[in-house]
């Protein structure tokens, strides 16, 4: 069974940092590309950041583009945000999200939609 | 990075047929088939419910399809069931190699 937990999410002030993790079980992490989409309280989805599975491509939104960093660790089977300079409009649920794809003759193909998506880690930012 | 474009709210009487709209540009919809679904339960995190425009993942009710047309995609729920009621999202990957979701629609089952 496909499982996602988030954690490390809490109340900062505007300015901090936080990082997030996101542990992964029940599939080969190493295969899949994995995301973080985040909803502010009464609002909508939106997408954060991607890191590709075989390929290391990294995409952000502009909204976090130079303030927050995504990285993996396929031996842990992990997911991190970084987050830095956090205001007060980063406050929301952070879900981890595997993206779609699969994997033919020994190379992995992404897909651009989340198939797994953990419960969310909340995130807020105030003083 | 503009969301792309849904009705803030539908409704439907059980039974009945409802279409959800997601309205986006050349650059995301109409140039990718790469729209995907959403249901999201109140204090639950988002389901998928179809990929790639119009593909059902396993497990999701056959009542579920999709379909698009130039910018516009559209999500259809037939037979609709009290368990429907919901928010629902779509999403498009873009062309600056970057996803983005609408809005988002509330589902009301009257």
């Known amino acids: 069974e496909v499982q996602l937990v988030e954690s490390g999410g809490g109340l900062v002030k505007p300015g901090e940092s936080l990082r997030l993790s996101c542990a992964a079980s029940?599939?080969?992490?190493?295969?899949?590309?994995m995301n973080w989409v985040r909803q502010a309280p009464g609002k909508g989805l939106e997408w954060v950041s991607s890191?590709?599975?075989?390929?290391?491509?990294?995409y952000y939104a502009d909204s976090v583009k130079g303030r927050f960093t995504i990285s993996r660790d396929n031996a842990k089977n992990s997911l991190y945000l970084q987050m830095y300079s956090l205001r007060a409009d980063d406050t929301a649920v952070y879900y981890c999200?595997?993206?779609?794809?699969?994997?033919?003759?020994?190379?992995?193909?992404?897909?651009?939609?989340?198939?797994?998506w953990g419960q969310g880690t909340l995130v807020t930012v105030s003083s | 990075q503009s969301a792309l474009t849904q009705p803030a709210s539908v409704s439907g009487s059980p039974g009945q047929s409802i279409t959800i709209s997601c309205t986006g540009t050349?650059?995301?919809?109409?140039?990718?088939?790469?729209v995907s679904w959403y249901q999201q339960h109140p204090g639950k995190a988002p389901k998928l419910m179809i990929y790639?425009?119009?593909n059902r993942p396993s497990g999701v009710s056959n009542r579920f399809s999709g379909s698009k047309s130039g910018n516009t995609a559209s999500l259809t729920i037939s037979g609709l069931q009290a368990e429907d009621e919901a928010d629902y999202y779509c999403?498009?990957?873009?062309?600056?190699?970057?996803?983005?979701f609408g809005g988002g629609t509330k589902l009301t089952v009257l």
């Open positions: 999200a595997r993206g779609g794809g699969y994997c033919s003759g020994g190379r992995c193909y992404d897909k651009y939609y989340f198939d797994y």
């Open positions: 050349s650059s995301d919809v109409g140039g990718y088939n790469y």
């Open positions: 029940g599939f080969t992490f190493s295969s899949y590309s």
């Open positions: 999403s498009s990957y873009t062309s600056s190699n970057t996803l983005v």
């Open positions: 790639e425009v119009s």
């Open positions: 890191f590709s599975s075989s390929t290391s491509y990294i």
